[in-house]
């Protein structure tokens, strides 16, 4: 990390970037994400409909609404937690930089297996359980990146403008760790129930959402 | 980061985000959902024309820039009036940004209604009923979402740089009843005449433009 | 304009937004309809080339990577002569907010355009002329909307952080419709060449980028 | 906006414009750009597969996910070195808007050249050479703009917050001419192998991640 040609370095901790460009560049990956997945809510063709109606096919599509309302709370939960996490630092560091595009790759990346599930969600079972697999392991790739970008945001306290207290660290890695195994769980339950695998995922979006960083916070 | 680190908390609201990436992370949504609904404007293709000219294949498209021209209206004076909003908050708290998230939804969305109303405008009348009462729908969730919002905007009043005074705070809960029924009545009006119920949330869009946030904002 | 609910209202000019979300909101727009012109530049299906090399597919693709070079362009300078614009201002009212979402609205269309125009520029001559009239008629409405706003942002003096002189306000109109009737006579060539047509839309996109607000910035 | 305003115009060079919008403007484009390719990781048709079970399709998919996190990377390092050369300027002149311009131009199109590769790498040989050669070439256009654009930032001591010493000068510019030489030998190793020739890419982008502006940075 010599970045900084400091010939000193004394006094500079090897972090030489605000976060609020980090912030702009992340908000931005987020929102298109987030955005992006609308795309993936089709029309049904008015050729294709046969002898149905409209209404008929469109009910027909629930696993594209189930699977796009999910990711679309994931995504949310993500940046309000990224959000939060964030406005610990004060600076940022370039490893801090890489670990945060590592998180936003895991992001950007939802809406092809929310695709994927939501065509093959009721398809035979075989690609049911595959498609549900690839969308769980994206949960995971996510779920491992963001505790490593929460490591690089805590590693240096100079970076931070209150030090995170040792005993908020430890909480917090535990519940990274056990956050961790429930997503490594789902992939064992996309192979039974691809359905129950997504409804755990969306539980699990609303668990987080109230919860995760709250014990990193600084004390007020 | 002194704003909240308050040891007592006596004063500290339990407000803890800045409203500045609330305010970057949905007009980041906000655009992206405006933009992409040009993917909806389809480019006829020239195999598919048979013997007509390009100009009566675009022509015929009339349902899909009149669906186009209403969504993008419908998305801006949400943006403008969120914008408003946000000016009122010193500080949002976590049930904010979820109530903020749940509008996001109702926004990003919007693209998969207008492309569906663009599609089945002018189709056999029973689809064209079912795709205007979805595009309907879909603005009622959208008045929802902002009603609640703007609830959780004002309901701490420490939050605010201003109190908003309560006879402003009865209007502006009048006027969000008074427009969730108005949006609600399109829905009922898409069974009657799909092309009347765009018009309406058209004319509803100017009208919104020009009053709803008005008298909820702070005198100066 | 009864926006602010000020009673008296007499040092409150009728300005009562910060520049920086209307400047964050339609830096939105321009950067995600600038980008969504690559969703234009079609990829040769592998089964659709018969005999052909790919490299002649992609060569006789031509009409798109210039239709997407002068709209990228087109909206380059725009965002450049906007943020011009936008340094001018100290606050925007609600009538500016409105001017800008005319122009967003022009700017966010033109994937549409270019995409038409890519499709059909070397289509048999009647289609090719709709096209490119189409494309014409778009930037006139983009010309419109730009001037329009900057009617807008420059009407009340009070809401800029220097006056404009009148003989610069006088220069830029004049300019203004210059560029104007410039845009409308390219309607008329696309009935001529479709290529020209095109071809002076780059050109005036390169005159515009070193001049078009020059002089309607403050005097230093 | 008394930053420019001096009546003397002696201490002020012809830099009008603050980093903020440019910034902004650019992590908009970099953000779409690199969740955009996200849309060329196709979901394979259920109608599709054949005897094939969804597993072995999605394996068989594999230059569209390399393609994917190469690029993805290399957007992913433009982006932060983009992030630490501004961080030297303390003001851009519209030359640099329109240096810039030329980078954004080459990062937005990213998404095509590696579609084009997603689609061709295991094509016959010579569309796969052509495929892999237009990549190489996108890659080559994006290191001449990015060295245009530093060149841009740097020519005028004056709008930097802290002169680069003339050593770190010729260090950058002779690190710019063997990346853009490196880059140009890829164009040449398309045509021997594709999948070497984005093997590479993806270890120039690793190597650049961690050395390229190091030595441009002022010392502190």
Do not use: K
């Not at 009721?122 to 929460?150: G, K, N, P």
């Not at 490591?151 to 961790?180: K, N, Q, S, W, Y």
């Not at 668990?207 to 004390?219: E, I, K, S, V």
Request: charge should be positive; charged fraction near 15%; include cysteine.
């Amino acid at each position: 990390m010599n970045d900084t040609a400091s010939p000193t370095g004394a006094s500079a901790p090897a972090a030489d970037f605000s976060t609020s460009r980090l912030e702009a560049f992340s908000d931005g990956v987020f929102a298109i994400a987030i955005t992006l997945l609308v795309l993936d809510l089709n029309v049904p063709e008015p050729e294709g409909l046969g002898g149905r109606s409209l209404a008929s096919a469109l009910a027909h599509q629930w696993p594209a609404y189930f699977a796009y309302l999910v990711s679309f709370l994931v995504i949310g939960i993500i940046w309000i937690n990224h959000h939060a996490m964030c406005s610990l630092a004060r600076r940022v560091d370039r490893r801090t930089l890489f670990a945060n595009l590592g998180l936003l790759l895991t992001v950007s990346v939802i809406p092809f297996p929310t695709r994927l599930l939501a065509t093959y969600l009721v398809a035979r079972h075989e690609d049911a359980h595959t498609a549900a697999a690839v969308y769980a392991a994206s949960m995971v790739a996510m779920s491992i990146a963001f505790s490593l970008l929460f490591l690089a945001f805590t590693r240096d306290a100079r970076t931070l403008h209150t030090p995170v207290p040792p005993e908020a660290m430890r909480a917090a890695r535990r519940r990274f760790g056990i956050g961790g195994l429930c997503y490594l769980a789902t992939v064992g339950l996309a192979f039974l129930s691809p359905v129950a695998m997504l409804a755990v995922h969306a539980l699990m979006a609303l668990y987080y959402c109230f919860d995760q960083l709250a014990h990193a916070r600084p004390a007020r």
